[in-house]
């Protein structure tokens, strides 16, 4: 008599290499940034003060525009620079620049009155987030550990 026991069929989690969590990290943010910019034209007024050339409390220009575009192409170049840039660049790069979108991110609440806390909560909670993810994964990025007998020092034991 066969006794048959059934084992599960467990999925396989390859681990994901730190370019591809960043990039999709960025992508992630870039999507969420994008779409807070969107909603944010439901708000009353908002139209309004755009047609009257006016965001927030300055004047639409052609330097405002460039800035603006700016801060959207920067976390944009991000997904693919996560993906090409080599070790050492890409860490550095990803620190820096998802440290200094936290306060950028944050500035978006500023002047506005508390009826939109949880419009802001909620999109600048999610954008810090996906920001300290993306820290943490250039932080702890994996080292490859020296080899202390490598070629070098191999030729001189013979």
């Not at 069929?9 to 994008?34: E, G, H, R």
């Not at 708000?43 to 004047?59: H, Q, Y």
């Not at 330097?63 to 693919?80: C, D, E, F, G, Y």
Request: hydrophobic share 50%.
């Amino acid at each position: 008599m066969t006794i048959r026991t059934k084992t599960p069929n467990l999925l396989d989690n390859p681990p994901v290499p730190v370019q591809v969590k960043l990039a999709a990290a960025w992508t992630s943010f870039m999507f969420l940034y994008i779409y807070v910019d969107y909603f944010h034209l439901y708000k009353p007024g908002t139209v309004g003060n755009i047609l009257a050339g006016v965001v927030f409390e300055f004047d639409i220009s052609a330097t405002w525009l460039t800035v603006m575009l700016a801060s959207v192409a920067i976390p944009a170049l991000m997904v693919m620079l996560s993906m090409t840039l080599p070790a050492r660049v890409n860490r550095a790069t990803n620190l820096v620049v998802a440290s200094l979108y936290i306060p950028y991110s944050a500035f978006n609440a500023v002047g506005e009155s508390w009826d939109w806390v949880p419009f802001y909560g909620l999109s600048i909670g999610i954008e810090v987030l996906l920001l300290a993810f993306i820290l943490r994964s250039a932080w702890t990025w994996p080292r490859t550990p020296a080899d202390p007998a490598g070629p070098a020092t191999t030729d001189l034991r013979q």
